[in-house]
């Protein structure tokens, strides 16, 4: 037995070829392309003060077009999308945005996982973070997530805070644009989670 | 077989989220945290992640195999990454990053005035083996000043992809007997006895088998309980 070793920031030098732009299109594995709709999930990561994150690293994580995980801990992993990572990096630029193309994640309910709504996991490794920050993006309808036992622990006043918007003008390439803000500190700070 | 288990980090033994001196872990720390159940999204995570993240060599001292080696000692530090319950951790993909021996960092950020080395690579991927072992060669990074009277003392840059959203690690690991280590801040904002000290890494025996390379070794420790376990 020991406990986890010490989290330590990834201070100001973590290395730009480490977060190589390839990291940013979960839309495809090793050439073949992912089931489900296209979306761009985009944002600016704003510190205290409103203040844009440069040189931050934000790392998702979520379930396929259907709400599966290609993994053991998963029940139903044999009927993930065998092309879907699911995982993607992407440093902020100047003004602290990350950009992902991704595939809407899907709804799901069953007894692995309870009412899940469409949702990506989110953390955020900076300069000046010394644990990583998590959250979870949401999609579709706040009135729909009730039963979704993440949004539910999520004070009702900031559950709206957690659900991006739809934002055509980010992007045209992928059927869907979304935009995420992360705000890390102030009045309306995005809900983080206690990790 | 029982679910992996997860804690929350305990302060007792994790670096406070704002450290006295580090101004913009002020700045960077949300005012409230919110406590979320562990879910499916939060046990599982990519596997074999070495699909999208391009692993080279797991030698930093040189740019080609048969190239001119970076300046400064020869090193290599042999690291085991394991879970709460002693279970190696296998296929983890270990990403690395440090300064040269002079203390510079490739990257555009560092206004450090000293030369970089065009035979250092900086850092790396390698994944771990069955028994959630690695090995990376490098040189000793060295210190370097990181504020108007701050250094940092000689460390490396540790980044671990396990197998799930929780045992996401990221950490610094110091070497043992550097006098800058009483000095530096973010080793000294890890709580005193046991954590500290589990960022220190061990100097191994001199052997043939290494050459002329100093060894080191390092145990990674990240979350979760799966049960059994060889340590007890």
């Known amino acids: ?195 | 077989m029982a679910d992996t288990v997860y804690q929350p980090y305990a302060d007792s033994n994790q670096t406070p989220h704002r450290v006295e001196g580090y101004a913009r872990t002020f700045t960077r720390t949300p005012d409230s945290f919110v406590e979320r159940p562990v879910t499916l999204t939060e046990r599982t995570g990519p596997l074999a992640v070495e699909r999208r993240l391009a692993v080279g060599t797991a030698d930093f001292t040189r740019t080609s195999p048969d190239g001119p080696r970076a300046q400064g000692p020869l090193m290599l530090l042999h690291g085991r990454v394991v879970d709460e319950d002693n279970n190696p951790v296998a296929g983890a993909m270990v990403e690395v990053w440090h300064a040269n021996a002079s203390g510079k960092y490739i990257h555009e950020d560092d206004g450090f005035n000293a030369p970089l080395d065009a035979n250092f690579t900086g850092g790396g991927r390698v994944v771990t083996d069955a028994d959630g072992r690695f090995t990376i060669t490098t040189v000793k990074p060295g210190p370097y000043r990181a504020g108007p009277a701050s250094w940092r003392a000689p460390h490396i840059h540790f980044s671990i992809i396990g197998t799930s959203w929780m045992d996401r690690m990221v950490t610094q690991v110091h070497f043992p007997g550097e006098p800058l280590n009483d000095f530096d801040m973010l080793l000294n904002a890890a709580p005193d006895g046991t954590p500290r000290e589990s960022m220190i890494a061990h100097a191994l025996p001199p052997r043939v088998e290494a050459g002329d390379a100093s060894e080191f070794e390092h145990l990674f420790v990240v979350r979760g309980h799966a049960g059994g376990g060889s340590g007890g």
């Open chain 1, 1 to 195: 037995m020991a406990d986890p070793s010490v989290w330590q920031t990834i201070g100001p030098f973590f290395p730009t070829r480490l977060a190589e732009a390839s990291c940013t299109d979960l839309t495809e594995l090793r050439g073949k392309p992912a089931s489900g709709t296209r979306i761009t999930l985009s944002g600016q990561v704003l510190e205290r003060d409103r203040q844009p994150v440069r040189n931050a690293v934000v790392e998702i994580w979520q379930p396929d077009s259907e709400g599966l995980f290609a993994h053991p801990a998963d029940p139903r992993a044999a009927s993930a999308d065998p092309h879907f990572l699911g995982w993607g990096r992407c440093a902020t630029d100047a003004n602290g945005w990350y950009r992902f193309r991704t595939i809407m994640p899907g709804r799901r309910a069953d007894n692995a996982s309870g009412v899940r709504l469409p949702h990506i996991n989110m953390m955020l490794l900076a300069s000046g973070i010394m644990r990583r920050l998590t959250t979870t993006v949401f999609f579709g309808d706040e009135r729909a997530g009730a039963d979704d036992p993440v949004l539910a622990a999520v004070p009702h006043a900031s559950r709206g805070r957690l659900f991006a918007r739809r934002a055509p003008e980010l992007d045209r390439v992928t059927d869907e644009a979304y935009c995420f803000d992360v705000l890390i500190q102030g009045d309306e700070e995005t809900p983080f989670f206690l990790d």
